[in-house]
């Protein structure tokens, strides 16, 4: 890999770790899971090392954090806030330990004691105290100086506005974490994301009145500058924070050696659910102060002290329910209501249990305690249960074999595997059963099928639970003065869901296909059929016929496609509300491709969230415009098309192969030229 290659992939990594930094620090609401963060600074600090001529000043091994918010005054730390090094196994505790050793020239690894403390996941702040008086508090910003947020730190019970204690430093900034209580959050989780979000909103509201209405706590862990602290160990020190009048964590400890740690890790991991705040690790601090102050720091972390994660992508967490939700193909899927934990940096209270099989295999019962497991936008699942937790006259989980609109649910048999399918469904019914029919609606008005903007799932559910719609033609028959005197409603919200409504009465033939909702019928076999049958007269005279000769020689549709098609028209409702449908919407025929377009010979892949634009009609334009689309990063590839929130393996794969990665507006620049 030649030099120049080499630094445009590192800067495009110290870019990305500059937007993630500002998008956590700055604005509280991060892009990535924290194991992608950590990951990404990883591969920075990894390329430096590889390669000596790279370096640049925004380097994780440089900075911390992000800059200071314009909002607040800036004022430098007395002592940097410095980040903490990162293990995730019991070989970076080996190597943690060996290094400090190697350090000190000393053969006492068995010998050093650390203290070990639970790591919350809250907003980092420095108190600065001179003769026992708490004269300003401020943020950790990039880690050299902060915003001053001292008036909203003054809004906080749990931090001493005057300290009386003999023993209280002449001067001294000590640090923590300020965060909000699980329970606490229930009262706010309509308003932010997560606790972490809601203590990092708080603490930058620019009236203090505010930031006191929050239920902000504070628990403090370690100290900057100090004058005169007379204590010869962290234990101790912590120890001197609860007698002064700080809240410390309770679940703090001194231990020796690296298998004790792991003991104690897997103890606190099993804690988690029962806290009462979110923990995303432990941090092991050399305890003896004078062996911190010798052993310093490496760049922007000490040496003396390293984080040891949880799994960002699991947790453990108890099921309090088991629901059974009907999909729109009538499939039944079983989701645990669980008691709110936060994986990923994302509080989940829903996961998935896939189906009764799924059920049966593992022995998933209401009330076990669970490990639930989330990556990336996969959706929160199950993935084993603690059966030592199990309570005595647990029963097991009943799949029902009737859907809620009282038709039994079957198995259907694959003619292929020769065996009946891991899913229990009620027959397909369509919008007769009024379960599939709501999610039907929900399909129908999504962004891949009218994309009406303004009606996601939670107006389908208002709606419909109101009797507003019942099938989709009743969308472009609403009673807009009855929705006008609803909760939450007005003249002007009802003008623009009238706009967005009537905006979408015009729709291309592939998409009206695919938001019909017909199982096995996804938008690429939709596009196929539209190709073919041209006009949606050719699509409902299929209705007609006794066969379905036209598309059996379609390449791409299969007898399970079909199949699918036939038992929707066999349907009366389903014919009645296609019928409905053609006479309000405009659907236009199928559009030709052009074969000598702009894209000619191009391949593309899509990655990420597009601004303004579907992921359903950037394909399309692709495709009008002569261009293929692919599904895999390979030497096939000429373009990767990268949008908000990409997939970061994507992109790695993309600039190994040399494959050249647009963002949005490069490639609309392609197709404009």
């Known amino acids: 890999m030649n030099e120049k290659l080499i630094k445009k992939q590192y800067l495009k990594k110290i870019s990305d770790l500059r937007k993630h930094n500002q998008a956590y620090y700055d604005k509280s609401a991060p892009l990535i899971a924290d194991t992608d963060y950590d990951k990404l600074k990883n591969d920075i600090i990894n390329y430096e090392k590889k390669y000596k001529f790279l370096k640049n000043q925004n380097s994780p091994s440089l900075l911390v954090g992000f800059r200071p918010s314009k909002n607040f005054k800036k004022i430098k730390h007395k002592v940097p806030m410095l980040?903490?090094?990162?293990?995730?196994?019991?070989?970076?505790?080996?190597?943690?330990?060996?290094?400090?050793?190697?350090?000190?020239?000393?053969?006492i690894s068995s010998n050093i004691e650390y203290s070990a403390e639970p790591k919350i996941d809250g907003i980092s702040a420095s108190l600065y105290y001179r003769d026992g008086k708490f004269i300003a508090g401020l943020s950790r910003g990039d880690g050299k100086e902060g915003e001053d947020i001292t008036e909203n730190l003054k809004t906080i019970k749990d931090i001493p506005k005057n300290i009386l204690e003999k023993n209280f430093p002449k001067e001294i900034d000590i640090r923590g974490e300020v965060f909000i209580k699980n329970s606490d959050f229930k009262k706010l989780s309509d308003k932010f994301a997560n606790p972490r979000n809601a203590a990092s909103g708080s603490l930058r509201q620019k009236n203090p009145s505010e930031t006191k209405k929050?239920?902000?706590?504070?628990i403090a862990y370690t100290f900057g500058y100090e004058k005169n602290m007379k204590i010869a160990t962290q234990s101790e020190y912590l120890q001197n924070l609860s007698k002064w009048g700080f809240k410390t964590n309770p679940l703090n400890k001194t231990i020796k050696g690296v298998k004790n740690l792991l003991e104690n890790y897997k103890l606190i991991e099993q804690k988690r659910e029962d806290l009462d705040f979110d923990i995303d690790g432990i941090v092991y601090k050399v305890n003896d102060l004078e062996l911190q102050r010798r052993l310093g720091n490496v760049a922007n972390a000490p040496r003396w002290a390293i984080a040891h994660k949880f799994s960002a992508n699991s947790a453990i967490s108890k099921i309090e329910k088991i629901e059974i939700q009907i999909g729109r193909t009538g499939a039944l899927t079983p989701?645990?209501?669980?008691?709110?934990?936060?994986?990923?940096?994302?509080?989940?209270?829903?996961?998935?249990?896939?189906?009764?099989?799924?059920?049966?295999?593992?022995?998933?019962?209401?009330?076990?305690?669970?490990?639930?497991?989330?990556?990336?936008?996969?959706?929160?699942?199950?993935?084993?249960?603690?059966?030592?937790?199990?309570?005595?006259?647990s029963k097991k989980f009943v799949f029902p074999t009737k859907c809620p609109c009282g038709f039994e649910t079957i198995k259907e048999f694959n003619e292929v595997?020769?065996?009946?399918?891991?899913?229990?469904?009620?027959?397909?019914?369509?919008?007769?059963?009024?379960?599939?029919?709501?999610e039907k609606i929900k399909h129908f008005v999504s962004k891949e099928a009218l994309n009406i903007e303004g009606f996601g799932k939670k107006i389908v559910e208002n709606f419909w639970s109101l009797k507003l719609i019942k099938l989709p033609q009743d969308i472009f028959k609403l009673n807009y003065s009855k929705i006008e005197i609803l909760d939450g409603w007005g003249r002007q919200s009802v003008a623009n869901l009238k706009y967005s409504i009537d905006l979408r009465k015009t729709i291309?033939?592939?998409?009206?296909?695919?938001?019909?909702?017909?199982?096995?019928?996804?938008?690429?076999?939709?596009?196929l059929i539209s190709k073919n049958l041209k006009s949606i007269k050719n699509f409902i005279s299929l209705s007609k016929k006794k066969n379905f000769d036209d598309l059996i020689n379609i390449d791409g549709i299969g007898v399970t496609q079909i199949k699918s098609i036939k038992n929707f028209f066999d349907n009366k409702t389903n014919l009645n509300v296609l019928l409905e449908l053609e006479k309000i919407l405009s659907i236009t025929n199928s559009i030709e491709f052009k074969k000598d377009g702009l894209l000619k010979n191009k391949t593309f892949m899509l990655t990420g969230k597009l601004n303004g634009i579907s992921r359903a009609e950037a394909k399309s334009l692709i495709e009008k415009n002569s261009g293929s689309i692919v599904s895999n990063v390979s030497k096939k590839l000429d373009y990767l098309i990268v949008g908000e929130k990409p997939t970061k393996r994507k992109i790695d794969n993309a600039m190994s192969l040399n494959i050249k990665i647009l963002n949005q507006g490069d490639w609309l620049k392609i197709l404009n030229e």
């Open 508 to 527: 291309s033939l592939e998409k009206f296909i695919y938001s019909l909702g017909i199982r096995h019928i996804g938008l690429e076999n939709a596009k």
């Open 83 to 107: 980040s903490l090094s990162n293990a995730f196994d019991e070989e970076d505790l080996i190597n943690f330990e060996k290094r400090i050793t190697n350090y000190l020239d000393k053969n």
């Open 417 to 438: 595997s020769k065996k009946f399918d891991a899913v229990r469904r009620c027959p397909d019914r369509g919008f007769d059963c009024d379960k599939i029919a709501k």
């Open 335 to 393: 989701v645990a209501k669980i008691k709110p934990i936060n994986v990923g940096g994302v509080v989940v209270s829903n996961a998935t249990l896939h189906n009764e099989e799924e059920i049966t295999r593992k022995d998933i019962r209401v009330g076990d305690t669970v490990v639930v497991e989330r990556a990336g936008d996969v959706i929160p699942h199950v993935v084993s249960v603690d059966l030592n937790k199990r309570k005595e006259g």
């Open 214 to 218: 929050i239920p902000l706590r504070f």
